[in-house]
Each structure stands twice: as structure tokens, then as C-alpha cells.
């Protein structure tokens, strides 16, 4: 087995931490996401596992072996990088196979590996072309078959869609989801793109300033965000966010005051919260309801119609604005005045310092985030 | 009215363009093509400083090939000196340009120190170099001297000479070497942590990677030392004056001689042309073989579909 295990990983540049303390544990043959906007130092903890970077501080674990000072090679990774790096002047059978016959493997065992790897990829009738003779979408599948020519323990993605027009990103996504059915090999993807990290991902992990905000699966992220970080960063468009005072709590709910209006939300058991300062209450664009009569009210500024659904931003009579999703038949115009309805189990609530209180989910919900091996999917 | 002064303003072409291009096309008839052409014309005259001129077509050239052994002997100094010098300098700028692309302190000093030579007048470069090499009272043979051995004498011994006239020519290889450091900085980084993470050693990395990158530089690099190695004049000129036994009698040196010390124009320019021709085939013979190991990034071949 060949589980990665990362515990008190630092990395700073000069005096710049990069990664202040990162612990993971991956179970072989899962497949994960790292998430996060650019900064957060999710392609630097790839090149740390790579073995690209030296680690400041900690260690790296792949099966049995420590590999934290090992060179890359000996590491049994292989890497696919944003710009492909495919060397420009060899065709791509010998891109492939490069690696390989520096190592002195044998010209048969490598021929079948290219072969094998090309047929999977469905480049077979590209093998004698340069790099600069193949489109964008096939130079990415040579650059997956080089990596997956070594058949490593741990496929190592940094980007490796970013580079591709939209229409191709989604085929390559749903091919590579398909390479890793096929293959069953841990594969550790860096993106910023929280589609490609929810689809792909068994799990993700979010990154923040260093730092891993969340990890877990997909929906759990979606459904039950550790931090006001994850909140915001996970869902499109993003969750409304809105100031509120603690008006009492128990042990499995908490009341709270929106500009005068009460709301008692439900919780999985929770901590008591400093009644003294405000917590964030955070509701989803898709879940605040348009109704006669809600504990906001405001005017549309501005409506989106998307065919499907409108996306309705609504400046609130109390100061702020929060954006609504509802369907798309909806006949809510710019400068409607409206009232909006928070649908107690459908908020979050975050403490002050941006952590979530747990939420009560209903058993739907919950067995589908906690699904043990099911595939992610998207809600 | 407008119309048809439009359409007659496009039949009669404008003369700002070739105002435009025209420094350039007076400098290249003038300067350019201009004194090849006549130069041309020389060489099938006895032409003499002063006195008169006389066709005598081609036997400037009859005379050179069968009847001037200092001809074949200048060639061979020139032809020896190249053969060493080229691959000399170009390996040897490689490797600075390799060392100096390591990111280390003081990098910027290097590479200013490499390449200040090159900025250096060529007469002043020579008097260091006379002062290096001398005899007696050489920085070289002292240097030698606190090995324990005796150095030769750099200048006046025919077998060192043309050594001592590579070296000193290779002193000015910082102009090759900041032409393949900035090939070298060009090339993708990535590929060689590509490399790295399936395991290519160092040296397959070089030999595998760098070099077919860099290949366009080498071949550029490769052509203008080829050019500069048979024009090479001053060196030879100020540090030996052709000597010891003509052991550093380059070609160069040897139609300047008949230029300005024989005063025969007609024959010094038949050489010229002799020297431009071998230099013309040498440089298109490389360019055309060149094909076999040059890789150019944007060049397609062939049908690529997308």
C-alpha cells in the first residue's frame, strides 16, 4: 500500500513562509484535490511531495518509505506539469520513453509501456510527431503518458488543465476522471478551479495562506465548510454572508438577531459561542427564498437571467447585498422591491473567529456527504 | 473629384517609403555592395597604388593557385587556426555560459568580467598579451617558473606561436558566451525538473536536453567564429607580425601585406574573394548540414492538425 503521509510540512523562501505546518494523510488509489487561490501554496506543497523543492521542515511519508531527502527519481512519482514540459525536439514516443532508456530499462519493456500508455490515451497515431505538431489538448496527453509510462506509486498533476480552452477542459476532466478508474494509482492534483477539485476529487484539500483550511470530500466541503474561508472559496456564486448578534444558544441550536429579526438555526452540537461578538451567518445564493414575507427585504439591482436560473443581486434595505438564485421563469425585474426568507437549516453559522459552528444536516444530505467510496458528485 | 485623385495617388508610388528606407539603401550601395563590386573589379587588374592600371582577367587568380606558394602557406596557418580555434571557443564559452547560468552570488561580476575583453580596444588587448607572453619578463613564464618549469618563448618559438595567438583570440570569447547564456536562460525550466523526476542524470540532461535547446545559439555561434577565424588580423598582426618563420602568417595578414606593403591592389583583392568564397561555401555547407541537429521551436514540418 502506498498511503502519503505529510506531517508538520514547512516551507518558506527566505524569510516568506510558504507553508506554515501542513498535515496530510492520503490513502492509496484516492484520488486528491489541492484548492485554493493563487498564493496559497498548493503547486509549492506538489514540488515539496516531488521533490522539486527542499522542505524547510518535515517529513513525507509514501508506503513504508520516508522519502522527505530522497531525488525526485527515486521517489516512484511521476509529475505532469501546466506547460506539459514535453522536450520539443524528440517526437513523442521519445518524450515517453526518455526517462526510461536513461535507466537502462529494456527497449521491449519500454516499447510496451509507450504502447500501453498511448493506446489509453488514444495517441497511438501520434507517436512519431513533435510536440509543436500536436494541439493543445494532445500535447497534454503526452504529457500524462509520460507520467504514466514510469507507473508510479503517485501521479502528481500541477495544473495540468489551465493551458486548455474551456470546451476541451471538460472532455480532458472527464478523461482523466475515467485514467483514474482505470489505473486505481493515488493522484494528487493542484488546482484552482473549484469544478475540476469538486468533480475529480475523492477528497480536497483547501488551502489557505499556507494552511489547510478543510479537508474532506467534495460535498462535505460544499455542505458543511470548516471556515468562513472554505465557505466563500467552495460555490459558485458565492455564499451570502450577513453580521448577526447571538441572542441565546443551546446546546443544538443558536438564536440570532438580523437587524432585529430572530432566527433560531439548528446545530449538530455545538460549543457555546462569546454571546459579545458577532457571528457570521452564511446562506448559500440558492437556498434564500423570495417569499411575502422574510427577514430581509431589499431592492434588485441587478438580474441575470442564465436561461436556467436568474441570479438576482438585491442591495438590502439594511445596508449590504446578497445575491439569489431562483428559477429561471421567475419574473423578479431590477428595482423590484422583494422580501427574503432564510430558511432556518439551510444557514451557516460562523463564530467569530470565521470557524463554523457544526451543522444539523437531514439524513439525505448526510449520507451522501459521508458516502465512504462512492464517486463525487457534483449536487 | 476625390476619387479619381485617390486612385491616381495609388498608381504613382509615394517617394516617403524609400525616403524611409533610404539611409539604409545609400549605406548598403555605398558601403556595402558598392566596394564589393568594385573590389571585384580590382581583382581582375593589375591594379598598383600609383600607375596604371591593366586588365589582366583572371591571372591574379592563375597566379595565386599555381605560382604563390605564400598563398597556400597563409591558408594553412588560417585553415590550422581555425580548426582549433572554433571548436575551442565554442566549448569553452559553453561551459562559462553553463557555470554562469548557476544562480549563484556574484554572478552579474562574472559575466561583466567575461565579457569586458570584448569592449576592450583589440591594439590594447594585443600590448597585455605581448606583455604576458614575453620571454624573460612574461606574467606567463613567471607563473611557469613558480611550477618549476621553463615556459618556451611564446612568440619567438614557431611550434608555441600559433598557440599563443588561440589563446590570446580566445580571450575575446564573452560576446560567444552571452550569446549561449541567453539561450541557455530560455530554455523552459521545467523540462529539466521533468527530467529530474524521471530520474535523467545531469549529464543526459546536458547532452540530451541543453544542447539540442541551445542548438540554434551553437549554430549561429559556430558560423560567426568560422568568419572571425579567417579574418584574423590584428592579433597576429601587432603581437607577431606574422613571425617567427611565417608560422603566424594568417591569410588576412598576407592581403594586407600585398594591399599596403606591395602595394598590389588588383592581387590583394583577388584574395579577398578568394577568402570570401571559402567562407560563403564553409558557412552554407554548415548551414546545410545543420538541418540534421538544429532544432528551431517555431518551425512546423510537415502536417501537424491543430
Known amino acids: ?289 423570495l417569499a411575502s414575507e422574510g427577514q430581509l427585504s431589499g431592492t434588485i439591482r441587478l438580474a441575470e437571467r442564465l436561461g436556467t436560473e436568474n441570479h438576482l443581486h438585491i442591495d438590502l434595505a439594511t445596508g449590504g447585498s446578497v445575491v439569489v438564485i431562483t428559477d429561471g421563469t421567475h419574473p423578479a425585474r431590477a428595482r423590484d422591491k422583494v422580501q427574503l426568507r432564510i430558511p432556518p437549516s439551510d444557514a451557516h453559522v460562523f463564530d467569530a473567529e470565521g470557524k463554523a459552528l457544526p451543522r444539523r444536516l437531514d439524513a439525505a444530505t448526510e449520507a451522501l456527504i459521508s458516502e465512504p467510496d462512492g464517486p463525487a458528485e457534483p449536487a | ?50 600607375g596604371e592600371r591593366k586588365f589582366v582577367g583572371l591571372q591574379n587568380y592563375q597566379t595565386m593557385l599555381t605560382q604563390d606558394p605564400m598563398f597556400w602557406k597563409s591558408l594553412g596557418v588560417t585553415v590550422k587556426f581555425a580548426a582549433i580555434f572554433v571548436p575551442l571557443n565554442i566549448a569553452l564559452s559553453f561551459l562559462l555560459a553553463v557555470l554562469l547560468n548557476v544562480k549563484v552570488r556574484g554572478t552579474a561580476l562574472f559575466r561583466t568580467a567575461f565579457y569586458l575583453p570584448c569592449v576592450i580596444s583589440g591594439v590594447a588587448l594585443v600590448m597585455i598579451w605581448k606583455w604576458i607572453y614575453s620571454k624573460d619578463y612574461g606574467l606567463l613564464n613567471y607563473a611557469l617558473s613558480l611550477l618549476g618549469t621553463e615556459g618556451p618563448n611564446w612568440l619567438g618559438d614557431p611550434n608555441w606561436s600559433i598557440l599563443a595567438i588561440i589563446i590570446a583570440s580566445l580571450w575575446g570569447l564573452g560576446g560567444t558566451m552571452l550569446i549561449l547564456l541567453a539561450g541557455l536562460q530560455s530554455i523552459p525550466k521545467e523540462l529539466y525538473e521533468a527530467a529530474r523526476v524521471s530520474g535523467v542524470p545531469a549529464w543526459a540532461q546536458t547532452l540530451f536536453i541543453t544542447i539540442p535547446m541551445l542548438s540554434p545559439m551553437l549554430l549561429f555561434t559556430f558560423i560567426t567564429s568560422l568568419i572571425s577565424a579567417f579574418q584574423q588580423l590584428t592579433i597576429a598582426l601587432l603581437l607577431t607580425e606574422g613571425g617567427p618563420l611565417k608560422s603566424t602568417y594568417f591569410f588576412a595578414m598576407y592581403i594586407y601585406d600585398n594591399a599596403f606593403k606591395f602595394h598590389d591592389m588588383g592581387y590583394a583583392a583577388a584574395m579577398s574573394w578568394v577568402m570570401f568564397l571559402i567562407i560563403l561555401t564553409l558557412s552554407l555547407a554548415v548551414l546545410k548540414y545543420s538541418a540534421a541537429w538544429v532544432h528551431y521551436e517555431g518551425e512546423v514540418k510537415g502536417g501537424g492538425n491543430g
Open chain 2, 1 to 50: 473629384m476625390s476619387d479619381a485623385r485617390r486612385i491616381s495617388s495609388r498608381r504613382r508610388p509615394s517617394l516617403a517609403p524609400w525616403l524611409f528606407i533610404s539611409p539604409w539603401i545609400l549605406g548598403f550601395f555605398f558601403f556595402t555592395l558598392g566596394p564589393m563590386v568594385f573590389s571585384l573589379i580590382m581583382s581582375l587588374h593589375d591594379w598598383p597604388v600609383v
Open chain 1, 1 to 289: 500500500m502506498a498511503d502519503l503521509r505529510i506531517s508538520g510540512l514547512r516551507k518558506s523562501f527566505g524569510a516568506v513562509g510558504v507553508l506554515k505546518g501542513i498535515d496530510l494523510e492520503i490513502r492509496d488509489g484516492e484520488f486528491i484535490s489541492f484548492l485554493g487561490p493563487s498564493g496559497c501554496g498548493k503547486s509549492t506543497l506538489l514540488r515539496c511531495i516531488a521533490g522539486l523543492e527542499d522542505l524547510t521542515d518535515g517529513t513525507i511519508t509514501l508506503g513504508s518509505r520516508e522519502i522527505t531527502g530522497l531525488p525526485s527519481a527515486k521517489r516512484d512519482i511521476a509529475m505532469v506539469f501546466q506547460n506539459y514540459a514535453l522536450y520539443p525536439h524528440m517526437n513523442v514516443r521519445k518524450n515517453m520513453a526518455f526517462g526510461l532508456s536513461l535507466n537502462g530499462m529494456p527497449a521491449a519493456e519500454i516499447e510496451a509501456r509507450v504502447k500501453n500508455a498511448a493506446e489509453i490515451l488514444r495517441i497511438t497515431d501520434l507517436l512519431d510527431r513533435k510536440p509543436r505538431q500536436l494541439s493543445g489538448g494532445q500535447r497534454q496527453r503526452v504529457a500524462i503518458g509520460r507520467a504514466i509510462v514510469r507507473q508510479p506509486q503517485l501521479f502528481l498533476l500541477d495544473e495540468p488543465l489551465s493551458n486548455l480552452d474551456a470546451s476541451l477542459r471538460v472532455t480532458m476532466r472527464a478523461e482523466l476522471s475515467a485514467l483514474h478508474d482505470r489505473l486505481r494509482v493515488t493522484m494528487i492534483y493542484v488546482t484552482h478551479d473549484q469544478v475540476e477539485a469538486m468533480t475529480l476529487s475523492d477528497r480536497v484539500v483547501v488551502l489557505d495562506k499556507g494552511r489547510v483550511a478543510q479537508f474532506g470530500r467534495p460535498l462535505e466541503l460544499f455542505h458543511r465548510p470548516a471556515t468562513l474561508f472554505v465557505a466563500g472559496f467552495i460555490g459558485s456564486p458565492q455564499m451570502n454572508f450577513l453580521t448577526a448578534k447571538v441572542e441565546g444558544q443551546g446546546a443544538d441550536s443558536i438564536t440570532l438577531s438580523l437587524n432585529g429579526v430572530t432566527l433560531t438555526i439548528p446545530t449538530d452540537g455545538h460549543h457555546p459561542v462569546d454571546p459579545t461578538r458577532p457571528v457570521t451567518l452564511g446562506i448559500r445564493p440558492d437556498r434564500l427564498e
